[in-house]
């Protein structure tokens, strides 16, 4: 299995971006897929999931009303749409894959496969 994140860069405070991940060598529709970050010096925290069963969502509290993660199965890809940026968003962005599960899985423990990170930095 291969997860391979896209989309980072360096924005402004308030600006936008998509990250993207496109997984292959799972069946993909039937993974519950997440977004992490770490940030240097601190642990990799969970940004968003996304169930594979009904495609609901959850999200951290600190990104709540900013950040849309969804999916496209026929693509094999995740997304997170980054809006209203902030520095303190600055963190490598990492898209994890979790066979089935009924749950919103909030633990890196819990994921089976990782991408490779993507750099997000916000200047102020």
């Known amino acids: 299995a291969q997860l391979v994140e896209s989309g980072g860069g360096l924005v402004q405070a308030g600006g936008s971006l998509r990250l993207s991940c496109l997984a292959s060598?799972?069946?993909?529709?039937?993974?519950?897929m997440g977004w992490f970050r770490q940030a240097p010096g601190r642990d990799r925290d969970i940004v968003a999931t996304?169930?594979?069963?009904?495609?609901?969502?959850y999200y951290a509290d600190s990104v709540k009303g900013r950040f849309t993660i969804s999916r496209d199965n026929a693509k094999n890809t995740v997304y997170l749409q980054m809006n209203s940026l902030k520095p303190e968003d600055t963190a490598v962005y990492y898209c994890?894959?979790?066979?089935?599960?009924?749950?919103?899985?909030?633990?890196?423990?819990?994921?089976?496969?990782w991408g490779q990170g993507t750099q997000v930095t916000v200047s102020s």
């Open positions: 994890a894959a979790r066979s089935g599960g009924e749950y919103f899985y909030t633990s890196g423990r819990s994921y089976d496969y």
């Open positions: 996304i169930r594979w069963t009904d495609h609901s969502t």
């Open positions: 060598g799972i069946t993909f529709s039937s993974y519950h």
